[in-house]
């Protein structure tokens, strides 16, 4: 079965650091996204991607995010100067387009630690 | 905006027995989809069931299956004879349709035991 696939599993950062998280999502998804999810906490939407731009973006989403699809395959988020508070779980999803009641494709998820 | 409910933080079931997880939702929109995702130790996020609101059937997938009620807006999860595997925590979520973000519940952990 495809799989979104994202790298690296586990990121330890310096606050003020920049950081990049990878996505590799499902190769006939044209939809992209990016959620988080901070310990204990509920998942949160940040980003959804289409057509080599953003779609829509939560309130979480500032100008210290971007996304970016470098590639035919590739789709990162860049936080630029990290903060504690970014430690979470950041989860990349895609899905086809034109059906997007059938839910997305979570990828395993980059546990990102800011120290 | 819509808002997802998940009222119960844990519930526990011993193996091969039955449980059902609530969840309650709040959305202006007519046409939306609602899910259950698990997100079991190994955090990676594991769709369940979907439920189309325009579809009167309740979805059902092996051993498990929902209880929608469109006009209460309550979707509850039904699992049936209970594994240790479905040992998760189980988000609620819903889609209004024509939008592509996912709104979620704070989730229910589910301890099954032996």
């Known amino acids: 079965e495809p799989e979104v696939t994202q790298t690296p599993s586990h990121q330890v950062t310096q606050m003020g650091q920049e950081v990049i998280l990878r996505c590799v999502p499902i190769?006939?998804?044209?939809?992209f996204y990016w959620y988080r999810q901070i310990l204990g906490q509920k998942v949160e939407f940040l980003v959804s991607f289409y057509n080599n731009e953003i779609s829509e973006k939560s309130e979480i989403f500032d100008d210290q995010f971007s996304v970016e699809r470098p590639d035919g395959s590739n789709f990162t988020l860049k936080i630029r100067s990290t903060k504690l508070e970014d430690s979470a779980m950041y989860f990349c999803?895609?899905?086809?387009?034109?059906?997007?009641?059938?839910?997305?494709?979570f990828g395993s998820g980059t546990r990102l630690t800011v120290v | 905006a819509q808002t997802v409910t998940q009222s119960q933080p844990e519930m526990s079931v011993q193996e091969a027995e039955t449980v059902t997880l609530s969840c309650t939702y709040d959305t202006s929109e007519n046409n939306y989809y609602l899910f259950w995702y698990k997100q079991p130790p190994s955090r990676q996020m594991i769709l369940v069931i979907r439920q189309e609101a325009y579809k009167q059937q309740n979805a059902t997938e092996n051993r498990f299956s929902v209880n929608f009620q469109k006009a209460a807006k309550s979707f509850s999860l039904k699992i049936s004879d209970s594994q240790l595997g479905d040992t998760a925590m189980y988000f609620c979520?819903?889609?209004?349709?024509?939008?592509?973000?996912?709104?979620f519940g704070k989730g229910t952990m589910l301890l099954v035991s032996p």
């Open positions: 190769s006939n998804h044209l939809y």
């Open positions: 999803a895609s899905s086809e387009a034109g059906n997007l009641g059938y839910g997305y494709t």
């Open positions: 979520a819903l889609l209004n349709s024509g939008y592509s973000t996912l709104t």
